[in-house]
């Protein structure tokens, strides 16, 4: 069973409207959860940490369910722009190892 | 300031030839990471070091995969004798921190072995 699973999409949206994506991890013991982006042929740039408590940027909202083991992330007003694989990481708790999922690959249309 | 450095950014090898792949990592930053991507993946973890020591090689496919960090800084990371299944993106990142940190990733070297 892989670490962390994503589904791998594509999910394809109009401008303008909500989109969430889950993950899950088979790690318990996992400590840090983060959402990357990765644009066709570059590298995973970070978008947010995910803590606890979940949090906000913007137009974007990352939540943790540590008893269900996943995490979610939720673009609204979605742009153009947002069109990319969005990546699922979670570091074990020995804090040197990462595991990224598949990525889920989001399409945003005019 | 600048940011991950990679070079090569391509690399075509033949079957069983060396290469050797680098990694300028952030001016100051402890952490540094080698991750292999194939097509249509996520990034998989390959060895970690914190300065110069090596702390995690579990994620070396092989002995032909060999990384090392002599002075903390710059990165190589060598692969004997390629097989066509090593053809994959190579990442590299680095981290101003040594635990539950962010990770800043360079452009990655793409290996084609043929």
């Known amino acids: 069973r892989k670490e962390v699973e994503q589904d791998p999409g594509p999910f394809n949206v109009p401008e303008g409207a909500t989109v969430a994506f889950n993950c899950t991890y088979s790690?318990?013991?996992?400590?840090?959860f983060f959402w990357y982006r990765q644009d066709c042929r570059k590298e995973p740039k970070l978008l947010m940490s995910?803590?606890?408590s979940g949090n906000e940027d913007g137009r974007f909202t990352a939540q943790l369910n540590r008893a269900s083991q996943y995490i979610s992330l939720l673009i609204r007003d979605s742009k153009l722009s947002d069109s990319a694989t969005y990546l699922c990481?979670?570091?074990?708790?020995?804090?040197?190892?990462?595991?990224f999922g598949s990525g889920t690959k989001l399409n945003v249309k005019p | 300031g600048a940011g991950v450095s990679q070079s090569p950014r391509y690399k075509v090898a033949k079957r069983g030839q060396d290469v050797a792949l680098r990694c300028d990592p952030i001016?100051?930053?402890?952490?540094l990471f080698w991750y292999q991507q194939a097509l249509g993946q996520g990034p998989e973890f390959l060895t970690y070091?914190?300065?110069?020591?090596?702390?995690?090689k579990s994620g070396l496919p092989s002995d032909r995969f060999f990384a090392e960090r002599p002075e903390g800084s710059v990165s190589t990371l060598k692969i004997q004798r390629t097989q066509q299944e090593d053809s994959a993106v190579y990442l590299c990142?680095?981290?101003?921190?040594?635990?539950?940190?962010?990770?800043?990733f360079g452009p990655g070297t793409r290996l084609t072995v043929t």
């Open positions: 001016s100051g930053h402890v952490s």
């Open positions: 990142a680095s981290s101003p921190r040594t635990s539950g940190y962010e990770q800043y």
């Open positions: 995910v803590y606890s």
């Open positions: 990481v979670v570091n074990k708790i020995n804090f040197n190892k990462f595991y």
């Open positions: 790690n318990s013991a996992s400590q840090s």
């Open positions: 070091f914190q300065n110069e020591a090596q702390l995690d």
